[in-house]
Nanobody, 124 residues
Framework: QVQLKESGGGLVQAGGSLRLSCAASGLSFSGYSMAWFRQAPGKEREFVAAISWSGRSTDFGDSAKGRFTISRDNTKNTVYLQMNSLRPDDAAVYYC?????????????????WGQGTQVTVSS
């Protein structure tokens, strides 16, 4: 059974940083592209960042560029999202997702597996 478990969310002041982790099990992790999405109340799920199976290719949504980085450790079956210079509009539930396809995608429908999400709250 495939499981993606996010952690690292919480409350942070504007301008602060958080690192989210997503631990995967039940799949051949190194064969999957991984991504982070987020969803705020009343809004659609939004692409944040994606990383290829090797970690050599990454892609970021406009809101994440220059502030967030994505990385992975295939020896630990874990993908990370480092978030810096957080703003109140970054507050959302953050989800990690896995895609067995070979291309990075910004479309949530592309992804095969999803975690339950972790809440990020940013105070102003």
């Amino acid at each position: 059974q495939v499981q993606l478990k996010e952690s690292g969310g919480g409350l942070v002041q504007a301008g602060g940083s958080l690192r989210l982790s997503c631990a995967a099990s039940g799949l051949s992790f190194s064969g999957y592209s991984m991504a982070w999405f987020r969803q705020a109340p009343g809004k659609e799920r939004e692409f944040v960042a994606a990383i290829s199976w090797s970690g050599r290719s990454t892609d970021f949504g406009d809101s994440a560029k220059g502030r967030f980085t994505i990385s992975r450790d295939n020896t630990k079956n874990t993908v990370y999202l480092q978030m810096n210079s957080l703003r109140p509009d970054d507050a959302a539930v953050y989800y990690c997702a896995a895609d067995r396809g070979g291309f990075l995608s910004r479309r949530h429908s592309t992804y095969d597996y999803w975690g339950q999400g972790t809440q990020v709250t940013v105070s102003s």
